[in-house]
């Protein structure tokens, strides 16, 4: 058995656009991660980069869910004695909301260097303004929600 290997074909990169305003950070880094992977495409290999790039706007209006604004808890140490240094997840979304929304799609990559290459393609920006408008990015739109009832043909054809 032989192992598919794309060469050249696809490589050129879409950019995708995500609104985040209303969305719940998991579901909204899934479905960053799933993108940055390039498992949408029909010749997705584990180990290959698709170069596509994601830009999510309006970082700082994520939602999360339950108590995690005041119990969720986002660690990390200076290296020296005693330096731990932890903040609440409801603080560094009002002052950082960017980097709530980095970590949360970088824990859904993988953890070698293919995942640090992959993080690089993603653009996150608290407001609704971003510099890549010359790129022409596609608008993302996440998968309906579960629940949301069955749809019928009326709407699908909206």
């Given at each position: 058995m032989r192992t598919y290997v794309p060469k050249g074909m696809g490589l050129d990169g879409q950019w995708f656009l995500v609104d985040a305003e209303g969305q719940t950070l998991g579901r909204l880094a899934s479905l960053v991660a799933a993108r940055l992977?390039?498992?949408?495409?029909?010749?997705?290999?584990?180990?290959f980069e698709f170069r596509d790039h994601v830009i999510v706007v309006n970082a700082s209006r994520v939602m999360l869910t339950g108590r995690k604004k005041t119990d969720k808890m986002y660690r990390r140490h200076t290296g020296y004695p005693g330096g731990l240094?932890?903040?609440?997840?409801?603080?560094l979304l009002a002052t950082r909301p960017e980097r709530?929304?980095?970590?949360a799609v970088a824990g859904m990559l993988p953890k070698n260097s293919l995942g640090r290459k992959l993080i690089t393609n993603l653009k996150v920006y608290a407001g609704p303004q971003h510099p890549h408008a010359a790129q022409k990015p596609e608008p993302?739109?996440?998968?309906?929600?579960?629940?949301?009832?069955?749809?019928?043909?009326?709407?699908?054809?909206?």
């Amino acid at each position: 058995m032989r192992t598919y290997v794309p060469k050249g074909m696809g490589l050129d990169g879409q950019w995708f656009l995500v609104d985040a305003e209303g969305q719940t950070l998991g579901r909204l880094a899934s479905l960053v991660a799933a993108r940055l992977r390039g498992k949408h495409r029909p010749a997705f290999t584990p180990g290959f980069e698709f170069r596509d790039h994601v830009i999510v706007v309006n970082a700082s209006r994520v939602m999360l869910t339950g108590r995690k604004k005041t119990d969720k808890m986002y660690r990390r140490h200076t290296g020296y004695p005693g330096g731990l240094k932890e903040v609440s997840a409801g603080k560094l979304l009002a002052t950082r909301p960017e980097r709530v929304v980095e970590m949360a799609v970088a824990g859904m990559l993988p953890k070698n260097s293919l995942g640090r290459k992959l993080i690089t393609n993603l653009k996150v920006y608290a407001g609704p303004q971003h510099p890549h408008a010359a790129q022409k990015p596609e608008p993302l739109l996440p998968a309906a929600r579960a629940g949301s009832g069955p749809v019928s043909r009326a709407q699908r054809a909206e």
